[in-house]
């Protein structure tokens, strides 16, 4: 045997172009659906992982998946609105602590995710550069995005118009970056987090002006009725909240009535958490409440029907492989017929010629699975950052 | 080996190839052992069918084959091969040397592929110093599509006369080669047939070489009823 296997060693030595091409045709043809089964296991989980963290999410009634996928991984497509008095509805029944997000503008981009510091601690996000939250107009980056962008504490960003033919739209609001977060392998590595208020004032429900009442240009000026004062689009409104004007920044109404895409519910126990789903059965609620990792995992399921095509595509393509490689081999023994012949004039069996024919058989395949180990082992151990990088950016 | 004796000895052979008209019919045919003898006739005689019957490589249909003590024609396939690898040395007209392996594996490679023989380390040294007698010592690593052919042939017949073999059938074994390399590699076989004692049985169309052999055959006269 040891003699058949160093035969067989010498021709593929020999035949090593011939040799590479087949190896790596069986490694490829083996390693492709096994990686292709680790990622797509890695990233069920990852998905997942992020939609279990997260306990009930309360949004407007219409597509779960849109609120879902809005509020946990900032997609761009915006829910229905709803108003901070569901927030407020959730705070009153004592079972868990709402935080709300509003979720629709862009800069660069990239979402600006409204919300309060609740949510950092819900997340266990922490600051690794500058400082938190403090003054209306401050932005913290994820890490990410603060890579991308190039920008550090001190520097500014500015919101991208929601449509930019709309001409009685909002102005850009420019934004200070006053902190940068640790990276946390999520959709918040790729967020600008502002104050809820300073998406209400990005959406144009917050403004700060010239004071009308101490101008002097009558031009602006169109009514004065006692203490009110009406002007006119001249009026001048500050695209920058800074030290000088902050205090002229002001919300009209009750910031109840203020939209949020959603509020992520959590309860302080498990029957808390029960008895909360319980208060929105009632079908003339404007709201609903999910369970994100219920909603995630039926759309994966959906997703994932897709892979039951995708082996079968692949099980074709490796039937259609080997039995590519039989008839190469087939073709190899013709070619390889008058060698053949060769040995056994020189006194070897037709048993020991096939134990030769198989050493090298064994030898590629060995070779090839060795190879297919590495692989995997290499996709298996970059599978959590490869796909963290395909679902994060 | 005892000069005088009969080396090879055979009786009413007969051979046909299926589905070819050709067949082959020797009465009687007789080789001393020691002797050197040259078998000669034009292509498609059958004189490659005769050694390749000596060897055992082909079964004859009928008749009887012997090769000194051992009668080939009555052994079984596998009988015939370990007789023919254990004392027949085969020099082929196309060398059958395998690409893939360097010149002294190939020289080597008769003790690979049986158990018949065993690959010693003694027998490596043999192989080097045959390969020293014949002046390709210096290729031994090297693969048979760099060597010219007459170095391949050289290294063929090495492998022919490694195991030492009482009987020494070759084929056209210097038909490939041009005139200076083919009176080398007849002296070489000469020399290694009269060093170890081996009986000489060379199909040629030389008719050069012929008087160097101790005796010739015309195999267009044999086959027609002739004997040697």
Redesign the interface.
Known sequence: MI?SL??AW??I???RIKTIILVTSITLIAVLPLSLEILLSESERQLLARAESTPLLVGAKGSALDLAMNSLYFDDEVPELMTMAAANRIYDTELALPIPLYVRFQTRGHPIVGTTFDYFDFRGLTIEKGQSLTLLGDCVLGAKIAVELGLEPGESLVSSPENLFDLAGVYPLKMRVVGVLAPSHSADDLAAFVDLKTAWVIQGLGHGHQDVTRTRDRSVILKREGGNVAANAKLFHYTEIDAENLDSFHFHGDTSIYPVTAVIAVPHDDKSGTLLRGRYLNSEDLEQIIQPAEVIDGLLQNIFRIRTVLDAVIAIVGLATILTMILVFTLSLRLRQR?IQ??F?????KA?IAR?LSAEIVIILLASSLLCAVAIGVVDGYAEELVRSLLVG | MIYGKTMIHTESLKFEYPDSSFHLSIAHFAVKAGEKVAVVGPSGSGKTTLLNLLAG?LTPMAGSIQVGETAVSDLHD?GR??F??RNIG?V?QDF???????IL?NIL??Y???D?LK?TGEVRQRAIHLSNQMGIADHLKR?PGELSQGEKQRAAIC?ALLPNPDLILADEATGNLDPDNKTRILDLLFESVAAHGSTLVAVTHDHELLPRFDRVIDFQDFRTGGTS
């Open positions: 003699d160093y035969l010498q021709y030595r020999f035949n060698e060769t040995i004039k020189l006194g070897c069996r020991t030769m | 490589i596998a091969r370990d023919r690898i085969f082929f059958e040397l395998l690409d893939y392996l360097s594996d490679n008769s690979r592929i049986t018949a690959l693969h492998r």
